[in-house]
Every structure is written in structure tokens, then in C-alpha cells.
């Protein structure tokens, strides 16, 4: 046998074995790709439905429930009264009046 026959049949069994690397590579790929996609699918509508009970719960921080109204009376004109949980106290009342003065904690 002479030394390029010798490095031909090794060349072969090396690409040989290169190609079975390869599908080996491949394999581990899909398979962690197929794991991350279950994965995906499973936890996706977990944190949704999750996001959905904290913001749920969470939704009157941050949000001035304030009520106004207009109230006629002798008062020949209109006034609203104000409140909010905003103003320092939590008792504040601002009166405006009709021709755009206030009074109490505007």
C-alpha cells in the first residue's frame, strides 16, 4: 500500500466521521430549539394570565379618583366642589365658582 492510498482511505473515514459530528450537532440543536419552543408555549399565557391578576390588583394606585358635581341653589350663580386623594389632606375641598374664583384647598 503506498502512502497516497493510505491518506485517501483516511481522508474518507474522516469525512465519514465528520458527517456523523454533524448530524450530532444538529440533533442537539433541534432538539434544545424544540425545548425552547415548549417551553415558549407553556409559559406565554402562565405570564399573561399572571400580569393580568398584578395589574388587576394593582389598579387604583396612581389613579386620582376625583368626583365633581354642580349644585344650584339660592346662590344665583353655579359652584363645583372638588375633592381628591391628591391635595395633602384628605379632607381638602376646593369650591369653584361660576365666575372663576375658588376658595378652600385648590
Known amino acids: 500500500m503506498s502512502v497516497d492510498s493510505e491518506w485517501v482511505s483516511m481522508r474518507g473515514s474522516m ?3 465528520a458527517g456523523i459530528a454533524g448530524m450530532g ?3 442537539v ?3 434544545f430549539g424544540s425545548a ?3 417551553l415558549t408555549l407553556i409559559l406565554t399565557p402562565l ?4 400580569s393580568r391578576k398584578l395589574i388587576a390588583r394593582n389598579t387604583t394606585q396612581g389613579i386620582d379618583r376625583i368626583s365633581t358635581g354642580s349644585i344650584t341653589s339660592s346662590y344665583k350663580g353655579q359652584y363645583t366642589v ?10 381638602s375641598v376646593c369650591v369653584m365658582r361660576d365666575n372663576g374664583s375658588r376658595s378652600g384647598d385648590c
Request: proline share 4%; no cysteine; net charge positive.
Open 15 to 17: 469525512r465519514k466521521n
Open 25 to 27: 450537532v444538529l440533533r
Open 29 to 31: 440543536a433541534l432538539l
Open 36 to 38: 425552547a419552543a415548549a
Open 47 to 50: 405570564a399573561d394570565s399572571q
Open 82 to 91: 372638588r375633592r381628591s386623594v391628591l391635595q395633602p389632606d384628605r379632607d
